[in-house]
């Protein structure tokens, strides 16, 4: 899957316990959820009754690269620097058959990210972030994220007045208001990954950033070394200001927020690599994605988790240990592999596996487990 979006309703159809009560839950007309293929297939499917079957889809001419949804609009990135643009038909359903095609100009360069930001959708295209009018089909607006011509913009994370942009083969985060499009800030993470794992955990491979997320009131970052990172945000009605004026790059000096709450265009995301959290728990290879996502949790009143909420019925457990519902975000990370960078990769254990006492070589499975496409999951408690 080369990208995905889901396309939300405020009024999800009713289902009964098999989905199937509600004639809408199997059409495109209910919330559905959107496919994007390196071979330019677009796959649309329910996302709230027989997940399986595709609804609707179609050949565009290169690899789907991103998708967002905004405001009853689809855009569709591809791989030939254009966009495609669908729409519902008047029964409501979406209608694929019928789309607008974009150019974001030439020479043509593939547009690597969007970001929904307010109602407008930013798009990295090379080294300039262009904001798209979904509605009027329009550039609004253009600017450079990077001087070099041969960058590329890679990620974007939107929260509050404040866009997060990452730049390919680059260790360093930059900020930029939302509507006025100022920089406002440079974050460099290479010192603090050294300066935690060393330089021998990391060989010879610098600090690039391949994965960029806002969750949990968090920027998570992941690194083509396989690192995560999460930085706290801050709002900027707690920011002290300091000698640097709030110039990009200055520093941010961070306070205790008692709301943990945060709705959109309330404040500006700075951040801060004095309060950032590098996890121990990482990939082989590159971070691939990050996915937020609500998440609800029993725990005891003494904090360990129940797995499931059949555990503890029946039994004559303590007052002190009765469940109690605890509300959080859950942050999964997915790449290649899983190493624990206080220990270290276990490559000399493994390779010893490949033969029997005999002697004799043995086949290896084609991917040992360690290599294996990992998921890992943190949970963030709102308190």
């Not at 990620?155 to 390919?168: H, M, N, P």
């Not at 801050?234 to 000096?253: D, L, M, W, Y």
């Not at 943990?260 to 994605?289: N, T, W």
């Not at 006492?357 to 999951?377: L, T, Y």
């Amino acid at each position: 899957c080369a990208g995905q979006s889901k396309e939300e309703s405020n009024s999800p159809p009713q289902e009964t316990e098999d989905g199937s009560d509600d004639p809408k839950a199997g059409t495109s007309v209910a919330p559905t959820m959107w496919l994007g293929a390196q071979n330019g297939w677009l796959y649309v499917h329910s996302a709230v009754a027989n997940w399986k079957k595709c609804l609707h889809s179609i050949k565009l001419k290169d690899s789907v690269l991103s998708l967002v949804h905004v405001k009853g609009r689809v855009l569709v990135a591809l791989a030939d620097g254009t966009l495609a643009i669908f729409h519902r038909s008047e029964g409501g359903q979406w209608d694929l058959s019928n789309y607008h095609l974009m150019d974001l100009g030439r020479p043509h360069h593939s547009i690597r990210c969007m970001a929904m930001v307010h109602d407008k959708v930013w798009c990295g295209y090379k080294n300039k972030i262009h904001v798209i009018q979904p509605k009027s089909m329009q550039i609004e607006k253009s600017f450079d994220a990077h001087p070099r011509r041969e960058s590329q913009v890679r990620q974007l994370a939107w929260i509050g007045d404040g866009v997060w942009v990452s730049i390919r083969l680059d260790s360093t985060l930059r900020l930029y208001h939302a509507l006025t499009h100022q920089h406002l800030q440079d974050v460099d993470i290479e010192p603090y990954v050294s300066k935690m794992l060393g330089t021998g955990k990391l060989g010879f491979s610098f600090v690039r950033i391949t994965a960029l997320l806002i969750g949990g009131n968090r920027l998570w970052v992941g690194t083509g070394n396989g690192v995560v990172i999460s930085i706290p945000l801050t709002e900027t009605n707690k920011v002290s200001p300091t000698s640097s004026g709030g110039v990009a790059g200055g520093v941010i000096h961070v306070y205790a927020d008692d709301n943990p709450e945060k709705s959109s265009g309330s404040f500006i995301p700075y951040c801060s690599m004095a309060q950032a959290q590098l996890c121990f728990h990482g990939h082989r290879d590159a971070v691939k994605f990050f996915v937020s996502v609500p998440g609800n949790v029993l725990a005891t009143l003494n904090g360990s988790v129940l797995d499931s909420p059949s555990e503890g019925q029946g039994s004559s457990a303590q007052p002190e240990a009765e469940a109690q519902s605890v509300h959080n975000v859950l942050v999964l990370s997915g790449g290649e592999g899983y190493i624990d960078f206080r220990i270290g990769d276990g490559e000399d254990d493994e390779t010893e596996e490949g033969e029997v006492p005999g002697g004799a070589p043995q086949m290896k499975p084609a991917v040992c487990k360690a290599e294996r496409s990992h998921i890992i999951v943190w949970q963030l408690s709102a308190h």
